[in-house]
C-alpha cells in the first residue's frame, strides 16, 4: 500500500500566485515527521521544511507553508508568491517513529510544478 | 559548509562492467542513505548506514549491488556486474540523526547519473 500519496502528477501556477501541492499519508504510527524536498531540473534534492506529527503549530520556512491536518493525514505544500525559480517537482516524504538511527524515511512519487511568467 | 559530496556526477559504461560510486557525508553526520531515482520506480531507498554499520539493506536489488562504508567520511556503491537496467540517478544522502525529529533530515548529493548501455 501506497504511504504517501500525491495525487497530482503535474501543476501549473501564475507568476506572483500560492500555490498548493497535496500530500496525503497512511501511518498507525502516532509519532512521524513529515518533509517537502523539492528538485529543479538540475537533479538536486533540496530540503525545504518539516514538520512533527506533535508539533502544535504549521510548520513555515520563508514562502513555504505546511497545511497540516493530522486527523485527514493531510500535509500539504503551500508556496506563497511562486517564482520562475518554483519550477521543479516537489517530494512529499514521511518518517515513522520519533527518530534516531532505524527510521526510514518514505518518497512519494512527486508533483511538477511549472510557475509560468 | 560542504554539503554531501558524490563522484562522478556522471558515469557512462557498458554492460558487464563494474561500476563504483562514492560519496563524502556532511562532517558530523551518522547517517547515510543511498537512494536510487527513476521515472518508473520513484526514489527508492538502496541501504542506509548509521555509524558505519549498515542497518537495512532490503532495498538493494541484488546480489550484483554492494555498499560500504569503511569510516564516518567515505562510502561507495559498487554494481558488479552492471546492466542496462541499472541506469538510473543514484544519490546519496546523510542527516545529523541526535535522536530529535528534526535532526534525521536527510540532506542529498548532488546524485549521479549513471548510464549502461
Known amino acids: 500500500a501506497q504511504k504517501i500519496t500525491q495525487t497530482q502528477p503535474g501543476m501549473f501556477v501564475q507568476e506572483k500566485e500560492a500555490v498548493t501541492l497535496d500530500c496525503t499519508y497512511d501511518?498507525?504510527?502516532?509519532?512521524?515527521?513529515l518533509f517537502w524536498y523539492k528538485q529543479p531540473s538540475s537533479g538536486e534534492m533540496i530540503f525545504l521544511i518539516y514538520?512533527?506529527?506533535?508539533?502544535?503549530q504549521n510548520a513555515t520556512e520563508g514562502r513555504y507553508s505546511l497545511n497540516f491536518q493530522k486527523a485527514r493525514k493531510s500535509a500539504n505544500l503551500v508556496i506563497s508568491a511562486s517564482q520562475l525559480g518554483d519550477s521543479a517537482m516537489y517530494f512529499c516524504a514521511m518518517r515513522e517513529g520519533r527518530g534516531g538511527s532505524y527510521d526510514k524515511v518514505i518518497f512519494g512519487p512527486g508533483t511538477s510544478l511549472s510557475v509560468i511568467p | 559548509d560542504a554539503g554531501v559530496i558524490q563522484s562522478p556526477r556522471h558515469e557512462v559504461t557498458e554492460m558487464g562492467q563494474e561500476v563504483t560510486l562514492r560519496c563524502k557525508p556532511i562532517?558530523?553526520?551518522?547517517?547515510l542513505f543511498w537512494y536510487r531515482q527513476t521515472m518508473m520506480r520513484g526514489l527508492e531507498l538502496l541501504i542506509y548506514?548509521?555509524?558505519?554499520?549498515?542497518?537495512?539493506d532490503s532495498g538493494m536489488p541484488e546480489d550484483r549491488f554492494s555498499a560500504k562504508m569503511p569510516n564516518a567520511s567515505f562510502s561507495t556503491l559498487k554494481i558488479q556486474p552492471s546492466e542496462p537496467r541499472d541506469s538510473a540517478v543514484y544519490f546519496c544522502?546523510?542527516?545529523?540523526?541526535?535522536?530529535?525529529?528534526?535532526?534525521?533530515?536527510?540532506?542529498f548529493g548532488p546524485g549521479t547519473r549513471l548510464t549502461v548501455l
Open positions: 544522502a546523510s542527516s545529523p540523526t541526535s535522536g530529535g525529529p528534526r535532526e534525521d533530515t536527510q540532506y
Open positions: 548506514f548509521n555509524n558505519n554499520v549498515p542497518i537495512d
Open positions: 501511518t498507525s504510527d502516532p509519532s512521524y515527521g
Open positions: 514538520q512533527g506529527s506533535y508539533d502544535q
Open positions: 562532517s558530523g553526520h551518522n547517517s
